[in-house]
């Protein structure tokens, strides 16, 4: 695979391709669509609610929280996450402004 050369793209334009990352797997997106749902910490729950083992929904977390879109409270052995309204507010903007910006003016 080659290399990403994220180097040439502006700050904003890494910012954005990661912050899409967390809507880049179906996993993450029920993940977020509950935390969001809820409005609160969850703490274990997302294995009793999401078909998927608790390895595969511990590495989908760990992404999520390295993008910074969901926040969590490490008290072993429970770990409570919820959305991090900072950076949700960051992607709803950063994406509104990108969606935005193509007005209809199609060539093809």
Request: hydrophobic share 40%; charged share 20%.
């Amino acid at each position: 695979m080659g290399a990403t050369k994220t180097e040439v793209f502006t700050e904003q334009q890494n910012r954005i391709a990661d912050l899409a990352k967390a809507f880049a797997h179906p996993a993450r997106v029920a993940i977020l669509q509950h935390l969001a749902k809820t409005q609160s910490c969850i703490c274990g729950d997302l294995v009793d609610v999401l078909p998927l083992s608790q390895a595969t929904v511990s590495q989908h977390l760990k992404e999520l929280s390295r993008i910074g879109i969901v926040k969590g409270n490490v008290d072993p052995p429970r770990v409570c996450y919820c959305i991090n309204e900072v950076v949700w507010a960051e992607a709803k903007e950063a994406f509104g402004k990108l969606l935005t910006q193509f007005e209809g003016n199609f060539c093809c």
